[in-house]
């Protein structure tokens, strides 16, 4: 990720924002820098380059380039952002240093660099620039290291953080590079503002609080309340930034009562020959009325609005909700065509603009290239023939679009339809209605956009859609809201239709109206009409002609604007005439009638709405005086005002017929229509009719009203200064006021109230109306407030007028109240003086207070009042005493009944707060007290529904809704309760009280803090507490209390102390307060304000510190004499949980963070702990109170990482050493009493140190502590230790097992993140072992689960029983209660011992029983068939567990059972974990584990290690390396001296060989080596010596664990002559196990006696014992060791005492061989015949305990087949076929798991085809053999490298673990018929052994070849492991065979065959080949074979050979011999199988 952050910073500085140096455009070549120039100078410069290659000295380059020149001495190099500090500079050069690199200094060019400002902070320069740049910087510093760390892990969330990255870079660039104005500027700085914000929370960083200007804020400046608000609106800008990031539109609040279409006008498709008017509006389809004025599109005849280009839109404004509303509203056009009267059809075809074709195409796409209609009016303007014509009509339903405008971008298309000789109306009906319209080939296209907004706003905030020249179409009537300065003047004029007489024409006239206006005189008024909007104004109307229609309907509307002054005299005339159809006649017509209407009534008043029929006048034009211009007004103008009459005047005279209808609609905010208004206005002139005029106000429409609002005010008031009859016209004027401010109040006309405040302010001028206004307002008061006459059953009749009247008084009172004081102010101001006016106010004052209690029904009064009255009184503090006013007002509210009017008490209560009279100190501490105690109360109150409980049950079931719903609550819909609204309130006035108090110009606040908390504070915390967590509002109460802390000092504690304590509840409010803190930082509980709210959960800490430091105060004056422990013991859990918060733990902080909390709040846990280390020393003699219960908190505070807070902390664990050392044994003496009787010490510290246990286990494995902890604390208590005279001994004792125990803490906590839970098993032992030798039970017992839920992990059975068993040591057979650190999380209904111990025994028989350790099993069923047995005699469960014991001792017979292996483990180099550094293990391998499986397990654990392939000890180069190095061999198990009861006895092997692998702690392993002290040659057997390695292990395996350290080794060395003796030894015992086998169970197969007589008799290859005698059985070598006679001797009888075993076993193998086997038997008892008489002749007669009856010995040929020698293939099992018990295995050639016994047994399926002839035994055989062999051994394998100079490897199996050798053997071969099918046998006697995985098995194979793996070659053979018999000392692979042919391997047997036919043995399919193999059966390993019942223990014979010699063979059935053989998975055989054909 550097190329992120260079990038990042790199591109900002192409742009600087401060001090600049000029540099020349090339890069010029440095002059090599002069001492005598240098000066020193320090400089803040900053590198500006982008990332290239160096120039050479004449390159020009745009830009800078980093500076790399390592080669060359003396250069700084420079990376792009790299600041960098100037100290020296020459001509060319710079001398500095990084400023990250300080250490490193050298020279630069000046080129490369850039100077910039900087400051010095804190010692270190920093780059001057704005903070928001500095924070951009710090930003992208934060992030770019989680955006590495993102990138890394793929994490989705990276390519938004990289783009806001990149988006913030380049807002920094603009910011630093100066070039942008101050509004820009600011644009950009919120902008990146709100991507920090944004970025921040998806990167889960903390939220920045900002003011609207996007600067980050001061939060020491404000107060808690009002941080807590910033931090919402902070959590809503971001939520709404997030929302708008696609869209970069006005985040400003729009006008929400005007709503505005634009229209774009695209093209038009239609046949053209002449020009047209397009005249666009907004249409209402359900009444059938415009909507909006018109909007007119000049189209020429080509198809072109040339004069509208770039101009082709119109925005129609004023729409208000109910417009939007209307079920249908249409976009019309109506198309006027512009030339003769009738339609000609031309050549031309359709015509179109081009540009407007496309743009129709795509729209959207272009339209900044759209063509506008032109405005210039028709082409036929300039006095030729013209009419205007129907064309046609386009329609649009904007309903959709209106409602879902998103949906409707680009074009829309409107149909269009021609006129024909329908009007343009009915046209418009007919597109509407859809009714015979036909087929529609014309269309327009339009764009429509709905903005919302005024037209300002919309104009700022789409300039590109709304520029300056767009026409404006204005609706046709008043907006929803009408602005005071909106003046307008719009009369709608609708010429709607006529009716003409025809007079002389024969046919019907086309008629033609004119409109214009004119004046008096008659003349004209020009550029008053508007035809619409986008056209000029007009000097005269000309309408639509429609072809012989006497009676058009027309429905044309236009505008007239005539200006106000005018329009008093102005009038409108309407000239009509016939249009011909030929032009010439038309140019003679002349207008054959005129009509007129008047602007202006008689009466003053405008037109009136609505539609009128005019009257038609005739001219006469020969009689009609055209200089007359004005003779037509006196005649009526309407139709109403003939009344019968025909008037006429000079060429005038009346049509009776004709008549002319139009429509007015007036929009005027300047004229009236309305006569009653207009009445009262000219009262003076009219008093007769002033009641009615006052009285018909309220019918005036508020429109009115509020144009002639100052008008009638001032008549009003003049009315009521000036009448004659007070009593008939002052309560009617005070009602018409009231009316007034209603009106001006009402939604519509609210902007008008800044018109009545500007009127009383400025215009109001009446000095004596507030004495007629207070009057008419106390007589009101008074009348509501008099007893009413009440109906018969007590209650009051309806509402009195009275009772409205004062309703409607005090609803706008505080208007009233201001015309009274502005009147008071106005008349005071004119020096005269009235001393009854502040008499005469507060009794008005009294009335609001009698009203208050009146017991009449005035709530909807006294509820206004409450609303009005902090208006009231702010106004009245002009006129009033301020604290008078305060008073009274107190006392208004403390009128009120309880629960009477409450909402509107606290709305007046909140509206108070905001005045200036709660600014006033004075004041305030009057009314202060008042509000806190209303709060109390309202928060208090009992009503139902409304009480806290009530609010909690609320929020409790709608968090359960939630939950079930699978919803978050905040998503419910629920409606505000009364409790949730009453909260709110009572929040919102508490937030006020505590924003004003904290600010500083509201005078001195410390009494005002003092009341609110006196009446609040205990308030606010309960309902905080009660309050669910997630409900919004416990968060605002939190905030409330922190609040009034934050602003209590020590005066106000003690206050407040003081009174409590009067009251009694000092300690519940201390309890209280203490638990509260400790749940707002709890992280158990919901978290009251959300974690990322970094500055409000700093804020609130340091609040609570500085109140935990007062309450530490009151607590010790309070509460320690008497002493009160539940106090104590509060402060020390609340503090202390304070203190390890998470948000204080700054070590955990990123470094901008960090220094963010340290420079705004300092570190405030050294604070917090000086304060908890000064309590606890001042507990005195009660600390032992607190021991153990405070040894967690503490232990938990000490182990925060801070040095210093560790030191004032760690000396508390002395102290309470020392308290409970010193403490008393007795219960009633306290611990001060016991320093007069030393007798009562308790001296120790038992649960302390128990305690101290416990928590370090707790703490230090969730994460706590560290290594340096752990020395701080040892140094720190062994210091205080050794200087104690007491404790030096014991409490040194304790240190060093605590500070040793918190080492092995730490080794687990480092182990347990690792993925090997081998090594987390070893350290849960290693903490087991440590918990029981300090006796602590309960981490004892819990060690115990851990570890036996390892194992159950792993399916370590076996180990998880052991690991149980610990826990039953425990317990007692006893019915004694469980103590609580007895008990199991498995059993928790066990009560006592005997319960839980008989439940664990039956767990642990189940796990033995799953891991086949039956034996084991039995052994715990024994204890419980005692326990019901002899002690609680429960004889059902006793045969239960019989039956079970009995299946277990079965099992053992019949079931299938691995012995384990072990293996020796050393762990060299430091790079493991401490446990594991240079130790060696013995490790128990898993089930079927090969010694190279075991050895891939390791380096999968240890994927770092490396595998060692020598047994060498290491040399301190690997030992102390950090480097990580293996070392694993095979060692066998000694067998534990207790099963020597065993010997000698005939006991099925399957009992036997479970102790070989079990139960041991003794292992060993040997390694050969050769010593030619012997004498002879190095190869003779005397030569070959053992190395002999034994091992102690810890505990014996199998155990708690599969491994266990070795604790003690023991090598010494086996001399040839014992190692020979050890042979013949297991051979004797082996032959001796196989007749007792053999006798006992007839079903046995014969092979394995078969292979182990052949190779004892007939040891063709090895030699037999014959090496024995030829080397120690000679005078010469008692010669030269004469302390070897007795082995020699031994050597001797044990090679007698086999004659006779051999004797037995021959008679029993003639009585169970197979007629195919009479030939071998042949030849074995000639064999004998003639070793026995050799061996009697040497050594004498030996007799054996074993009989065989009825046994006829046969001769040698009588039944072999011809030519049959047995010589061949004799292979000796004395020599080879013995080995050491102790030799290991290979410790790297990996070993199939089944081949060997695959291969073995495939070999019975070969056949003896070929022949051979007979061979004498001559040492040419054996040369020949030896050569045969080399041919097929491996020229380059190591495993036959000479010169064999040193100790040569050894077989796999010795002499001492011959019984796990036997039963490998019998398990294989003696389970089968007496004539097995091979194939079967193959089938049946491969192990059971899972198969590799082939993904490990790709694993293992891809590995190099190399000395832990062998070459392909060697993997072909059956069994690898016959391979290392040859081996350098060095090699892991170790072995004891002494033989000379281990030493010279033996050449192989000739080929050719002997002539002896075989073929009568093809049943078996095995032949004297196969002899030798067949012996390899009883020595390969047990973890390879299946278990039958098998007698004692055999040797194990050495394979090599024969693996080779079963090369010769061929396969059965033509199977290719060059294929390996695919595995067969092993069936699961039983015991006695049979065969199976």
Known sequence: MKWLLICIISEAFFHTSTRRVKTNQKFSSPS????????????????????????????????????????????????????????????????????????????????????????????????????????????LLEWGSIAKSYFLSTNPSFSKIRRKMNELNNNRAALISGNLPLDEVRKVKLLATNQIDTGNKLLGLDMVVRDESGDILDTNAICTTELYEQHVHAVQRIEKANRLTSDRGTTRTLNKYSHNILLHVNAFVCKFQEDSDLLFCLFDGENHKPISENYVVKWSRTGAALEQIDNNRVLFTDLSKSDLAISKMYLVCYAIRIGSMEFKESVESKRTSISMANTMLNASSRKASQLSVSSSGSSGSTGEYVIRRPFGVACKDLTPIINNADDFRGNLDLPFIMCDKDTLDGTLRKLISNKDIGKIDSKMAVTIEVLRGDIKQIKEDFPRLVHTNVPVARKMGFPEVILPGDVRNDLYLTICGGEFSRIAKTSEKNVEVSVCVANEQGYLVPGVLSIGAGHPPIDEYKSVVYYHDDKPKWQETFKIHVPIEDFKQ?????????????????????????????????????????????????????????????????????????????????????????????????????????????????????????????????????????????????????????????????????????????????????????????????????????????????????????PKEKSADGNNLEESLEVRRLYKTTRYLHYVMKFVIRSRLLYTEMNCTDLDFASRLQELLRMFIDMIGCPSNLLKSEGALLKNLHIIATDLMQVFDQEPLSVSIVEILEKFPPRRLTQSKMGCIKDFVDTKLFTLPKCRAILLPVFCKHIKDHLESKEEGDSKTDIWQQEKNLSKAAKVLGQKKSQLHTCDTTANKKITECINIMNNILKLLFRSDVGATHNDIRDVMIILLRTVMKAAQALDRDTGLVGKFFAIMLGILQRMDAQHYEYFVKDLHQHGELKVFVTEILLTFEQLVSPIQKAVFPRDWMDMIMHQNTVILGALQHLAVVIT???????????????????????????????????????????????????????????????????????????????????????????????????????????????????????????????????????????????????????????????????????????????????????????????YRFIIQDESKENRMACTFSLLQFYSDVDLKEMYIRYVYKLCALHMEFENYTEAAFTLKLHTNLLRWTDTELSPQLRSSRHHQCRTHRQLKEALYFDIMDYFDKGKQWECAIDMCKVLARQYEEEIYDYIKLAELLKRMALFFEKILKELRHSSEYFRVCFYGRGFPRLLQNKVYIFRGKEYERHSDFCTRMLVQHPQAELMQTLEAPGEDITNSDGQYIQVNKVEPIMNPDCAKFNDKIISNEIVKYFTANNVQKFQFSRPFRDSSGGGHMDDVRNLWLERTELLASFPLPGVLRWFPVVETNTFKISPLERAVEIMRDTNRDVRQLVILHRSDETLHINPLTMKLNGIVDPAVMGGFAKYEEAFLVEEYLEQNPDDKELVEELKDLIALQIPLLEIAIQLHRQRAPESLKALQEHLEKCFSDMKRHVETQYGEKTCDLKIDSVVMRRTNSFLPAGFDGSYNRHSETSMGSSDSGLSKSTFLPRPQTNSIKSTLASLSFNTSSKGKDKDKTPAKRRSMKKDRDALSLPSSQWYTPPLTTITSTPEKEINTSIASLASASNSSLSGPKTPDPHVLTEELTPKRPLRSEKEKERRLSRPSSIATPTASIKNFPDTRSLSESSNRNSVETTDSTSEEDIRPPPLPAKSRDSTDFSSLHSMDWAPNGYALLSQMSNTSSSSMSTTTTLTKTSITNTTYEYLQATNFSVVNAIDGSKPRPPTPPPKPSRHSKHIP
């Not at 290239?52 to 952002?81: I, M």
């Not at 005036?700 to 009859?725: M, R, T, W």
């Open 570 to 786: 102005c009038h409108l005339r309407f000239v009509l005439k016939h249009r011909s159809s030929n032009e010439q006649k038309d140019r003679s017509e002349k207008p054959f009638g005129l009509a007129y209407m008047r602007l202006m009534q008689a009466n003053g008043t405008t037109i009136p709405q609505g539609q009128h029929t005019l009257a038609v006048y005739k001219i006469d034009h020969k009689k009609y005086d055209k200089t007359v211009a004005n003779c037509y007004l006196e005649l009526p103008s309407t139709v109403a005002d003939l009344q019968g009459t025909k008037p006429s005047i000079g060429g005038l005279s009346l049509l009776p017929k004709d008549h002319l209808s139009i429509g007015v609609n007036l929009c005027s905010t300047k004229l009236t229509q309305s006569v009653s208004l207009l009445g009262l206005l000219n009262w003076s002139a009219h008093k007769e009719t002033l009641e009615q005029s006052l009285k018909a106000l309220t019918l005036v429409p508020g429109e009115e009203v509020v144009k002639f609002l100052q008008d009638i005010l001032d008549a009003l008031f003049n009315i009521l200064v000036e009448n004659d009859d007070p009593e008939k016209y002052d309560q009617l004027v005070f009602m018409s006021i009231i009316y007034l401010i209603e009106t001006v109040s009402d939604l519509k006309y609210q902007h008008f109230l800044t018109v009545l405040d500007v009127y009383i302010n400025e215009s109001f001028s009446f000095t004596l109306a507030y004495t007629k206004l207070m009057d008419v307002l106390q007589k009101n008061i008074r009348e509501a407030i008099s």
């Open 1117 to 1307: 004056d309070y509460f320690l004499c008497p002493f009160e422990k539940q106090i104590w013991s509060n402060f020390f859990q609340c503090s202390i949980a304070f203190l390890v918060q998470s948000p204080l733990q700054l070590n955990d902080f990123n470094d901008n963070k960090r220094q963010i909390v340290f420079a705004r709040y300092r570190d405030i846990r050294k604070d917090t702990a000086k304060e908890i280390r000064k309590m606890w020393f001042q507990l005195g003699q009660h600390k032992p109170k607190f021991v153990p219960q405070l040894v967690e908190p503490i232990l938990e505070m000490s182990m925060i990482p801070e040095m210093e807070l560790r030191r004032e902390t760690i000396p508390i664990f002395f102290d309470m050493m020392q308290c409970e050392y010193y403490s008393s044994r007795l219960e009633l003496e306290s611990y001060g009493d016991t320093k007069y009787n030393n007798a009562h010490h308790k001296g120790n510290f038992s649960d302390f140190k128990t305690a101290m246990i416990e928590k370090l286990d707790i703490l230090i494995g969730a994460g706590k502590g560290d290594a340096e902890y752990k020395k701080l604390f040892e140094e720190i208590m062994l210091e205080r230790c050794a200087a104690h005279s007491t404790l030096n001994v014991d409490g040194t004792a304790f240190v060093q097992m605590v500070t040793r125990l918190m080492d092995k803490l730490l080794e």
């Open 32 to 139: 090599p820098i002069s001492d005598s120039t240098l000066w020193s100078f320090l400089s803040l410069v900053q590198v500006s380059c982008s990332k290239g290659r160096l120039p050479t000295s004449s390159s020009s380059v745009p830009a800078k380039c980093n500076f790399d020149q390592e080669n060359k001495p003396h250069r700084l190099n420079l990376d792009v952002g790299d600041a960098v500090i100037i100290l020296k500079e020459t001509t060319h050069w710079y001398y500095g240093y990084r400023q990250k690199a300080k250490e490193t200094r050298g020279i630069f060019p000046k080129t490369y660099i850039h100077l910039c400002e900087y400051n010095i902070v804190n010692g270190e320069f920093c780059i001057q620039r704005t903070d928001i740049v500095e924070e951009i910087t710090k930003v």
